[in-house]
Structure formats: C-alpha cells, structure tokens
C-alpha cells in the first residue's frame, strides 16, 4: 500500500483493505503481541543505530533526572 494507493483511493476503502495501518498507534501497540514488539523493538535498532543510541541516551538521561527528584 504505497502513496499511490492512498492518494487514489477513498479513505474509507484505504481502511478497510488496510486496517492495521490506518489504526491509531496506541491500539497498535496495545493489541501487538509482545514478542513481535520486541522484534520490531530490535530492527528499529538495527535500522537506524545512530538515532536508536541517541533515544537510548536520552531516556537514561530523563530517567536519572527523575530519579534524583523522586528519591
């Protein structure tokens, strides 16, 4: 389903041949079974490793902030 498919095709139709796409990611995620999240998880790493190193210091930079304030 490229850009094509969904600039020619109505909403609705782009929808019901593709409902996982057009999901909000929050159902997404809540309905994924954990296995595939973790193996997404780890492409998304080997994917893009500089950007993945960069969320990774940053969360454990907001994560030592928090726990020096919430001790």
Not at 6 to 33: D, E, I, M
Not at 34 to 51: D, T
């Amino acid at each position: 389903m490229g850009f094509f498919t969904r600039t020619f095709l109505p909403p609705k139709l782009y929808r019901a041949l593709n409902p996982w796409q057009s999901a909000k990611y929050s159902a997404r995620r809540h309905y994924l079974p954990r296995p595939v999240q973790k193996a997404l998880h780890i492409s998304a790493a080997v994917r893009n490793p500089f950007g993945y190193a960069k969320r990774r210091a940053s969360y454990s930079l907001s994560e030592r902030i928090r726990r020096t304030i919430w001790k």
